[in-house]
């Protein structure tokens, strides 16, 4: 038996591991005690991540469509039919008929290569990837803000911190490495403030929770902030030599009726108050948030809100403080980095610039296009009107993943084209007309970046079961065979063109990530030791940016017909779509079935007791699934996790967007209970 | 030959190589990226053996892999086969400490016992155990509190204490025995001197531990009901469920059985490490949970390692080798578990009104809102908490009885099912 | 792996974990959700061999769908077959429902302690079955009846939630006829045809008289049930030895190894399933 140490692909806190491996397969997992994420520990789903490598479903062979099945075939034919149909497409509708989705599943170098073969060989800028779904407020927020999307500060650095506020991210199920430093800080006496509409386990050992109603975010990030303008609690001085445009933010302020609070956002002032004030009046503090602050109609929004009060107190620019946006996926800050995005190349250089286009175009040796490209949720809906006529997937299952799951796959159905690149069937794969075996990240080398902008190697462990190949081969071969060559050896190639044409990324090379716990981007030259926190002595746009925010309420409410509010989201046991952790047999043993947490209360008004099934009904679609009485959700207020296909949460969800960053609001809906008989 | 001996330590490696041409040989390593682990070695030269750190994962890795094949099955024409797979392979482990080697022995009981367990057993009996017990406890080691160590008198085919520039090499099993005669040129006699300086050696290491963690006290507190039961819910509070406490604990030998197919006709039966910590642990068909409450989970990890195995084996079924105080997200540790327990026993009863309203208020019968009203209502009244609800006319007797029962996990038929 | 001249001690012990084949004889169903399967181990021998006590289980394995505990509700008088009544509950329970006549699964086992027939001899038994909780009490009144003359009083009751979810229909009605034998059938919920009780399993109490003091009670059926039995039967003055029923647990290896079915210091795998009300009380203090 021998070990490898690689990154785990599970979530983006980056743990290192070590592979076992013995006659070729992978028997076991140990977590390194030295990495400075795992420090000897994985959360459930890292001590499982070994089994789904050989599982019986793994694709191990190209499919192709035939007579409407899809049938063996082999790697010859499969990428002959993808570049044939692809280039038809393109020829017949125009290049602006593609589009792809890359995956932050998937290694920065895959990445990388899927943006250049979407621009060079496609010539589109349609490729955007699930970070849309999750992130793209704090990439547009935090960038207006900031001048950067990422984590401002590393993980380590919550441990100093004196204060943490957390929302809209259930730390200790989702990022529980992350959970583990907060742990930590709590142990050296710091205080929690814990902002979440469901009664989260952090929310228990916090100093103080506040509840708020689902989707009304701004009210208590401005009340907050109004508190502590009246209270003299702001940072004058860093306000006044690090930021812009504060003289309209105060009077925007104004304006704002901190007697509005609590009847809009359900939080008493009193408790508001005491948050404010623990947030504002230490050195240290940091604001830790995901999801449940992005996806809304108003995400883009409440992450500037978010920005706005980290700069109003100064808890930006040094260690242990700042703003953590935790990404999801393992590799999802990479696939953003690698400009797998409509608008930015790799290292968020914006296509639109001409001098970032010539020095792409002179590496690569072929004209770019220009038109900013369609994202994600657009290409969805443009595949319904035929403005998409055929699309690439690499290791995405939209048909799960975006809300109102019957509209997506009507219009994934109705393109003329689907190309598939996965590990497993995915719900997405089966309604493809060629399929591609994807090697799984045991199978392949390459680099993931965490969420702290930590790049770290992936280490193949084991040669690629069956005829699987990794997604930078698959890349390359189609890539070669549409006209344009890809010569690639190996991903450590790849990562040297990276490195030539991103600055964050210029001085990472595979040797510099060896002997090291990888390196922190912006790490611009050979020599650079790496960026732990951002923005040092000054904001990577200059000066921080105050935006003036406004409260927008939901794009869905509950009414008569519909009395609950509905929000989804992941649960510790279970990845996403559930494609790789329900094939894990420990963790699908212990949550084997999709469930809706429900208030007792609520519980009781419809008569239906702990584990019996329930009927949850929205606008688009309707499920069936076991009810789960807790008192982590309030009265009227349901969760429904969405990893399950048997009865997926999106079905319920709608597609009304955020108008900037074009995230779905997958955190608020309108549905209704029904007592199954 | 004498059942001591003296190993020069520039001798070691050539020992070593000898053992790892014939047997698979395991040695504490530290890799490349500064991690050690207990590895297969095969090559002596581009290794560096690290006896000073204490290995992530406890040597009970090897004879109890985290997923393990029991058998092979497959389906021809309707009939149903099976095939034996076992496991056989001559293993040496080397640079064992004392508490692992004390986790052995009490799974040797395990597997031993009303059943034998072919798999561990035959690994076992084809294993040689050589230990070299610390001169130098580290940070949260307390096998001196759990009796596990640091210095073994029995049990060890080898034992190797390090005297410096030279290993005290003591014979305890007759497998020991065959090795060192095997390759006899390497060894000399032992003289007084040299015991003598053990002797100093094993007084200097006790007396430098760190950690007293008085897991008899727990023990008994465990066993005669006197610990305070909301101990478990604030701990549950910190637990995040990953199961590490178990998965690095050497003692912890829980397994789930299950199939993993191959082919449409053929496949495996596994067993894969399991952990109490995991919800799934006793879940049954139906969907019936006696274990459905985080702090259940975590007290029967508790009760397991200090009473369960008290009454069994008359010992905790701890070896105080620290690894799960350094894992844990939450900072839910034997040292810190024992030592709450230690100091907060017999506050049983205040806790049991508080325990009924939970119930009620999971099962959904009432509202936390309600909850608290009786408690109000409770402290001036005085009734138990139960006949304040049904004087409220909140609920009826027979509501109360059902939530209870329920939650309780006395009963029930025989049929057990996947 | 080495292969040098090192001799390998190779244990004797047989694989406890593998199963033996075995043929479904019959498929009977009892009701819509519970069916009783006959079986037969395929190996001659291993079929003669397996002697068992009622009230103990075996493991079953279906293929590609794992294993789990059923407890025998044959006698174990009846030496070239065994039966299993299986309620559909979840995966594999549902897996072998759609299997057939002729179908091959795995069986090992016998596990558990089984029923403590020594302290039956010469007292008044009381059976109290509830749904598919009548079936390893099936083996134990065959057993008993084989040898009827051994025992005081045998009263029998079953309660289901229909009279459709009745079990052993024909076997309730063969002990029926014998005059020694008192039968008392209960349903929750009637239907136009069904002429007997109507009620809940502890309204049956008044259809026979139960001394207390020199009769054993056997009850096995769902937890919300049993327990408004347990609470009448102590309140009629059983002691609590005297009332012995089985522990559902999540039960894995069977073989006392795996740490599933674990509850206070007992395995129920290996120290029970069936436990006297008394243990029970005191492992659930325990959890």
């Given at each position: 038996?021998?070990?490898?140490?690689?990154?785990?692909?599970?979530c983006?806190?980056?743990?290192?591991?070590?592979?076992e491996?013995?006659?070729?397969k992978?028997?076991g997992?140990?977590?390194?005690?030295?990495?400075?994420?795992?420090?000897?520990?994985?959360c459930v789903?890292g001590?499982?991540?070994?089994?789904?490598?050989?599982?019986?479903?793994?694709?191990?062979?190209?499919?192709i469509?035939?007579?409407?099945?899809?049938?063996?075939?082999?790697?010859?034919?499969?990428?002959?039919?993808?570049?044939?149909?692809?280039?038809?497409?393109?020829?017949k509708?125009?290049?602006?008929?593609?589009?792809?989705?890359?995956?932050?599943?998937?290694?920065?170098?895959?990445?990388?290569?899927?943006m250049?073969f979407?621009?060079?060989?496609?010539?589109?800028?349609?490729?955007?990837?699930?970070?849309?779904l999750?992130?793209?407020?704090?990439?547009?927020?935090?960038?207006n803000?900031?001048?950067?999307?990422?984590m401002?500060?590393?993980?380590?650095?919550?441990?100093?911190?004196?204060?943490?506020?957390?929302?809209?991210?259930n730390?200790?199920?989702?990022?529980?490495?992350?959970?583990?430093?907060?742990?930590?800080a709590l142990?050296?006496?710091?205080?929690?403030?814990v902002?979440?509409?469901?009664?989260?386990?952090?929310?228990?050992?916090?100093?103080?929770?506040?509840?708020?109603?689902?989707?009304?975010?701004?009210?208590?990030?401005?009340?907050?902030?109004?508190?502590?303008?009246?209270?003299?609690?702001?940072?004058?001085?860093?306000?006044?030599?690090?930021?812009?445009?504060?003289?309209?933010?105060?009077?925007?302020?104004?304006?704002?009726?901190?007697?509005?609070v609590?009847?809009?956002?359900?939080?008493?002032?009193?408790?508001?108050?005491?948050?404010?004030?623990?947030?504002?009046?230490?050195?240290?503090?940091?604001?830790?948030?995901?999801?449940?602050?992005?996806?809304?109609?108003?995400?883009?929004?409440?992450?500037?809100?978010?920005?706005?009060?980290?700069?109003?107190?100064?808890?930006?620019?040094?260690?242990?403080?700042?703003?953590?946006?935790?990404?999801?996926?393992?590799?999802?800050?990479?696939?953003?980095?690698?400009?797998?995005?409509?608008?930015?190349?790799?290292?968020?250089?914006?296509?639109?610039?001409?001098?970032?286009?010539?020095?792409?175009?002179?590496?690569?040796?072929?004209?770019?296009?220009?038109?900013?490209?369609?994202?994600?949720?657009?290409?969805?809906?443009?595949?319904?009107?035929?403005?998409?006529?055929?699309m690439f997937?690499?290791?995405?299952?939209?048909?799960?993943?975006?809300?109102?799951?019957?509209?997506?796959?009507n219009?994934?159905?109705?393109l003329d084209?689907?190309?598939?690149?996965?590990?497993f069937?995915?719900?997405t794969?089966?309604?493809?007309?060629?399929v591609?075996?994807?090697?799984?990240f045991?199978?392949?080398?390459?680099?993931?970046?965490?969420?702290?902008?930590?790049?770290?190697?992936?280490?193949q462990?084991i040669?690629?079961?069956?005829?699987?190949?990794?997604?930078?081969?698959?890349?390359?071969?189609?890539?070669?065979?549409?006209?344009?060559?890809?010569?690639?050896?190996?991903?450590?190639?790849?990562?040297?063109?990276i490195?030539?044409?991103?600055?964050?990324?210029?001085?990472?090379y595979?040797?510099?990530?060896?002997?090291?716990?990888?390196?922190?981007?912006?790490?611009?030259?050979?020599?650079?030791?790496g960026?732990?926190?951002?923005?040092?002595?000054?904001?990577?746009?200059?000066?921080?940016?105050?935006?003036?925010?406004?409260y927008?309420?939901?794009?869905?409410?509950?009414?008569d017909?519909?009395?609950?509010y509905l929000?989804?989201?992941?649960?510790?046991?279970?990845?996403?779509t559930?494609?790789?952790?329900?094939?894990?047999?420990?963790?699908?043993?212990?949550?084997?079935?999709?469930?809706?947490?429900?208030?007792?209360?609520?519980?009781r008004?419809?008569?239906v007791?702990?584990?019996?099934?329930?009927?949850?009904?929205?606008?688009?679609?309707?499920?069936?699934?076991?009810?789960?009485?807790?008192?982590?959700?309030?009265?009227?207020?349901?969760?429904?996790?969405?990893h399950?296909?048997?009865?997926?949460?999106?079905?319920?969800?709608?597609d009304?967007?955020?108008?900037?960053?074009?995230?779905?609001?997958?955190?608020?809906?309108?549905?209704?209970?029904?007592k199954v008989? | 030959?004498?059942?001591?001996?003296?190993?020069?330590?520039?001798?070691?490696?050539?020992?070593?190589?000898?053992?790892?041409?014939?047997?698979?040989?395991?040695?504490?390593?530290?890799?490349?990226?500064?991690?050690?682990?207990?590895?297969?070695?095969?090559?002596?030269?581009?290794?560096?053996?690290?006896?000073?750190?204490?290995?992530?994962?406890?040597?009970?890795?090897?004879?109890?892999p985290?997923?393990?094949?029991?058998?092979?099955?497959?389906r021809?024409?309707?009939?149903?086969?099976?095939?034996?797979?076992?496991?056989?392979?001559?293993?040496?482990?080397?640079?064992?400490?004392?508490?692992?080697?004390?986790?052995?022995?009490?799974?040797?009981?395990v597997?031993?016992?009303?059943?034998?367990?072919?798999?561990?057993?035959?690994?076992?009996?084809?294993?040689?155990?050589?230990?070299?017990?610390?001169?130098?406890?580290?940070?949260?080691?307390?096998?001196?509190?759990?009796?596990?160590?640091?210095?073994?008198?029995e049990?060890?085919?080898?034992?190797?204490?390090?005297?410096?520039?030279?290993?005290?090499?003591?014979i305890?099993?007759?497998?020991?025995?065959?090795?060192?005669?095997?390759?006899d040129?390497?060894?000399?006699?032992?003289?007084?001197?040299?015991?003598?300086?053990?002797?100093?050696?094993?007084?200097?290491?006790?007396?430098?531990?760190?950690?007293?963690v008085d897991?008899?006290?727990?023990?008994?507190?465990f066993?005669?009901?006197?610990?305070?039961?909301?101990?478990?819910?604030?701990?549950?509070?910190?637990?995040?469920?990953?199961?590490?406490?178990?998965?690095?604990?050497?003692?912890?030998?829980?397994?789930?059985?299950?199939?993993?197919?191959?082919?449409?006709?053929?496949?495996?039966?596994?067993?894969?490490?399991?952990?109490?910590?995991?919800?799934?642990?006793?879940?049954?068909?139906?969907?019936?949970?006696?274990?459905?409450?985080?702090?259940?989970?975590?007290?029967?990890?508790?009760?397991?390692?200090?009473?369960?195995?008290?009454?069994?084996?008359?010992?905790?079924?701890?070896?105080?080798?620290?690894?799960?105080v350094?894992?844990?997200?939450?900072?839910?540790?034997?040292?810190?578990?024992?030592?709450?327990?230690?100091?907060?026993?017999?506050?049983?009863s205040?806790?049991?009104?508080l325990?009924?309203?939970e119930?009620?208020?999971?099962?959904?019968?009432?509202?936390s809102?309600?909850?608290?009203?009786?408690?109000?209502?409770?402290?001036?009244?005085?009734?138990?908490?139960?006949?304040?609800?049904?004087?409220?006319?909140?609920?009826?007797?027979?509501e109360?009885?059902?939530?209870?029962w329920?939650?309780?996990?006395?009963?029930?038929?025989?049929?057990?099912?996947? | 792996?080495?292969?040098?001249?090192?001799?390998?001690?190779?244990?004797?012990?047989?694989?406890?974990?593998?199963?033996?084949?075995?043929?479904?004889?019959?498929?009977?169903?009892?009701?819509?959700?519970?069916?009783?399967?006959?079986?037969?181990?395929?190996?001659?021998?291993?079929?003669?061999?397996?002697?068992?006590?009622p009230?103990?289980?075996?493991?079953?394995?279906?293929?590609?769908?794992?294993?789990?505990?059923?407890?025998?509700?044959?006698?174990?008088?009846?030496?070239?077959?065994?039966?299993?009544?299986?309620?559909?509950?979840?995966l594999?329970?549902?897996e072998?429902?759609?299997?057939?006549?002729g179908?091959?699964?795995?069986?090992?086992?016998?596990?558990?302690?089984?029923?403590?027939?020594?302290?039956?001899y010469?007292?008044?038994?009381?059976?109290?079955?509830?749904?598919?909780g009548?079936?390893?009490?099936?083996?134990?009144?065959?057993?008993?009846?084989?040898?009827?003359?051994?025992?005081?009083?045998?009263?029998?009751?079953?309660?289901?939630?229909?009279?459709?979810?009745?079990?052993?229909?024909?076997?309730?009605?063969?002990?029926?006829?014998?005059?020694?034998?008192?039968?008392?059938?209960?349903?929750?919920?009637?239907t136009?045809?069904?002429?007997?009780?109507?009620?809940p399993?502890?309204?049956?109490?008044?259809?026979a008289?139960?001394?207390?003091?020199?009769t054993?009670?056997?009850?096995?059926?769902?937890?919300?049930?049993?327990?408004?039995?347990?609470?009448?039967?102590?309140?009629?003055?059983?002691?609590?030895?005297?009332?012995?029923?089985?522990?559902?647990?999540?039960?894995?290896?069977?073989?006392?190894k795996?740490g599933?079915?674990?509850?206070?210091?007992?395995?129920?795998?290996?120290?029970?399933?069936?436990?006297?009300?008394?243990?029970m009380?005191?492992?659930?203090?325990v959890?």
């Amino acid at each position: 038996m021998h070990r490898v140490l690689t990154t785990c692909c599970f979530c983006a806190c980056g743990c290192n591991l070590y592979l076992e491996v013995e006659d070729g397969k992978v028997v076991g997992v140990i977590p390194s005690k030295q990495h400075p994420i795992a420090r000897g520990n994985l959360c459930v789903k890292g001590w499982n991540i070994f089994e789904f490598v050989h599982h019986k479903d793994r694709l191990r062979y190209p499919l192709i469509r035939k007579n409407g099945r899809l049938e063996e075939a082999n790697w010859e034919d499969a990428l002959g039919l993808i570049a044939r149909r692809l280039s038809e497409i393109k020829e017949k509708h125009g290049p602006e008929s593609l589009g792809v989705f890359s995956s932050a599943k998937c290694t920065n170098e895959e990445n990388y290569l899927l943006m250049k073969f979407t621009r060079t060989v496609l010539k589109t800028n349609n490729i955007d990837h699930c970070a849309r779904l999750c992130h793209s407020p704090s990439v547009i927020g935090l960038g207006n803000a900031f001048g950067s999307s990422a984590m401002t500060n590393s993980i380590a650095e919550l441990a100093g911190a004196e204060v943490i506020l957390v929302t809209g991210s259930n730390t200790t199920e989702q990022h529980p490495q992350i959970a583990r430093f907060i742990f930590d800080a709590l142990e050296r006496k710091a205080k929690l403030i814990v902002v979440d509409p469901r009664r989260i386990a952090l929310s228990k050992v916090a100093n103080v929770y506040l509840q708020p109603r689902l989707g009304t975010d701004i009210i208590w990030l401005n009340g907050m902030m109004k508190i502590i303008m009246e209270e003299g609690l702001h940072d004058d001085s860093f306000v006044s030599m690090r930021t812009e445009n504060f003289q309209a933010f105060t009077k925007h302020l104004e304006q704002f009726d901190l007697e509005q609070v609590e009847s809009i956002c359900g939080i008493p002032l009193e408790g508001l108050r005491q948050a404010a004030r623990m947030y504002a009046s230490v050195k240290r503090a940091v604001i830790i948030y995901s999801m449940g602050i992005t996806q809304h109609v108003s995400g883009t929004d409440n992450v500037q809100s978010i920005a706005n009060l980290a700069m109003l107190t100064g808890h930006v620019e040094q260690e242990f403080t700042g703003v953590g946006p935790l990404r999801g996926q393992n590799n999802v800050q990479g696939a953003c980095d690698m400009g797998a995005l409509p608008t930015t190349l790799s290292g968020y250089q914006n296509v639109a610039d001409a001098g970032v286009r010539k020095k792409f175009e002179r590496v690569w040796k072929c004209e770019l296009p220009v038109a900013p490209g369609m994202t994600g949720t657009d290409m969805v809906h443009g595949a319904l009107d035929k403005k998409i006529r055929a699309m690439f997937i690499m290791g995405e299952n939209p048909v799960l993943s975006h809300p109102d799951v019957k509209t997506t796959r009507n219009a994934i159905e109705r393109l003329d084209f689907l190309a598939v690149s996965d590990i497993f069937l995915t719900e997405t794969a089966e309604l493809a007309d060629v399929v591609l075996p994807a090697a799984s990240f045991a199978e392949k080398d390459g680099t993931f970046t965490s969420t702290e902008r930590r790049v770290q190697r992936v280490r193949q462990a084991i040669p690629p079961i069956g005829s699987c190949k990794a997604d930078w081969q698959i890349i390359c071969e189609l890539s070669s065979r549409m006209a344009y060559l890809m010569d690639y050896e190996s991903p450590a190639e790849i990562m040297e063109e990276i490195a030539m044409l991103t600055p964050i990324y210029g001085g990472i090379y595979h040797g510099r990530l060896e002997n090291r716990w990888g390196l922190f981007w912006p790490c611009p030259s050979r020599d650079h030791p790496g960026t732990p926190f951002l923005h040092k002595g000054s904001f990577a746009r200059g000066k921080g940016h105050f935006e003036c925010v406004d409260y927008r309420p939901p794009a869905e409410i509950p009414d008569d017909e519909y009395p609950f509010y509905l929000t989804t989201g992941r649960i510790y046991q279970h990845w996403h779509t559930g494609s790789i952790s329900r094939r894990i047999t420990m963790l699908s043993r212990d949550e084997p079935d999709a469930f809706v947490e429900m208030n007792p209360v609520d519980g009781r008004r419809l008569g239906v007791r702990d584990g019996k099934p329930v009927r949850v009904i929205s606008r688009r679609g309707e499920i069936t699934v076991g009810a789960r009485l807790t008192e982590a959700v309030p009265e009227k207020m349901v969760f429904i996790p969405f990893h399950f296909h048997e009865a997926p949460a999106n079905i319920l969800t709608h597609d009304k967007c955020d108008p900037i960053a074009r995230i779905p609001e997958f955190k608020v809906c309108a549905v209704r209970l029904e007592k199954v008989q | 030959m004498p059942d001591e001996l003296i190993l020069n330590k520039e001798h070691l490696t050539s020992f070593l190589r000898k053992i790892a041409r014939e047997h698979r040989l395991i040695a504490p390593v530290k890799n490349r990226y500064g991690d050690t682990l207990f590895e297969e070695v095969s090559c002596l030269d581009d290794i560096s053996l690290d006896l000073e750190s204490r290995p992530a994962m406890p040597p009970t890795h090897f004879l109890l892999p985290q997923d393990e094949t029991l058998f092979r099955y497959k389906r021809e024409d309707g009939q149903y086969y099976f095939s034996e797979v076992l496991p056989e392979v001559s293993t040496v482990l080397f640079g064992l400490r004392s508490c692992d080697l004390w986790a052995i022995f009490l799974l040797d009981m395990v597997f031993e016992q009303d059943f034998k367990d072919p798999f561990y057993l035959n690994r076992r009996s084809n294993t040689i155990l050589i230990n070299n017990p610390c001169l130098e406890p580290m940070k949260n080691c307390f096998c001196k509190s759990a009796g596990s160590g640091p210095f073994l008198t029995e049990g060890y085919d080898l034992q190797f204490t390090d005297l410096g520039d030279r290993f005290l090499v003591e014979i305890g099993r007759p497998k020991g025995k065959a090795l060192v005669e095997k390759w006899d040129y390497f060894f000399v006699p032992a003289t007084n001197k040299d015991k003598n300086k053990q002797y100093e050696a094993i007084l200097e290491a006790e007396s430098r531990f760190q950690q007293v963690v008085d897991l008899n006290t727990a023990s008994l507190r465990f066993i005669n009901n006197e610990v305070d039961e909301t101990l478990w819910e604030e701990l549950a509070t910190r637990c995040q469920g990953c199961g590490a406490c178990t998965y690095v604990c050497p003692t912890c030998h829980c397994f789930n059985i299950a199939d993993r197919p191959i082919s449409e006709t053929e496949g495996e039966r596994i067993r894969t490490k399991d952990s109490c910590a995991l919800p799934g642990f006793t879940r049954l068909a139906g969907g019936h949970n006696p274990r459905q409450k985080r702090s259940q989970r975590i007290r029967r990890r508790f009760y397991h390692k200090l009473a369960f195995a008290k009454e069994k084996y008359h010992r905790s079924s701890c070896v105080g080798c620290g690894r799960c105080v350094e894992v844990c997200f939450g900072h839910v540790d034997m040292i810190r578990v024992v030592e709450t327990i230690c100091e907060k026993a017999e506050k049983r009863s205040s806790a049991a009104s508080l325990q009924l309203g939970e119930i009620l208020v999971n099962t959904g019968l009432i509202s936390s809102e309600e909850l608290k009203t009786a408690l109000e209502k409770q402290a001036t009244t005085g009734k138990p908490l139960g006949t304040q609800f049904i004087d409220d006319g909140l609920l009826t007797r027979d509501e109360i009885g059902r939530a209870l029962w329920h939650q309780m996990n006395i009963p029930s038929t025989a049929e057990t099912a996947d | 792996m080495k292969d040098s001249a090192q001799t390998l001690v190779r244990d004797t012990a047989a694989n406890v974990y593998q199963p033996y084949p075995a043929s479904i004889l019959e498929v009977k169903e009892e009701t819509g959700d519970i069916k009783t399967f006959t079986l037969k181990f395929k190996d001659k021998e291993i079929q003669e061999g397996f002697t068992f006590r009622p009230g103990q289980f075996v493991l079953a394995s279906l293929f590609n769908c794992g294993e789990a505990a059923f407890s025998i509700c044959s006698s174990p008088t009846f030496s070239d077959y065994l039966q299993l009544s299986i309620k559909k509950v979840g995966l594999l329970t549902g897996e072998i429902h759609r299997y057939a006549e002729g179908d091959e699964i795995g069986l090992r086992g016998p596990y558990g302690n089984g029923f403590p027939l020594e302290l039956l001899y010469g007292s008044n038994v009381l059976f109290v079955g509830g749904g598919i909780g009548l079936a390893p009490l099936r083996s134990l009144i065959q057993y008993l009846l084989s040898k009827r003359s051994e025992f005081g009083q045998i009263t029998i009751f079953h309660g289901a939630r229909t009279p459709g979810d009745i079990v052993f229909e024909k076997d309730l009605a063969t002990w029926d006829k014998q005059e020694d034998v008192n039968v008392e059938t209960t349903v929750y919920r009637s239907t136009p045809e069904w002429k007997g009780n109507v009620g809940p399993l502890t309204s049956l109490w008044e259809k026979a008289t139960i001394s207390p003091s020199n009769t054993k009670a056997i009850i096995c059926g769902h937890p919300a049930i049993i327990s408004y039995v347990f609470f009448d039967l102590l309140k009629m003055g059983f002691a609590e030895e005297n009332i012995i029923s089985t522990l559902e647990r999540n039960m894995k290896c069977g073989v006392g190894k795996c740490g599933h079915c674990s509850i206070g210091s007992k395995l129920t795998c290996i120290h029970g399933p069936v436990f006297t009300y008394r243990e029970m009380k005191e492992l659930s203090s325990v959890s």
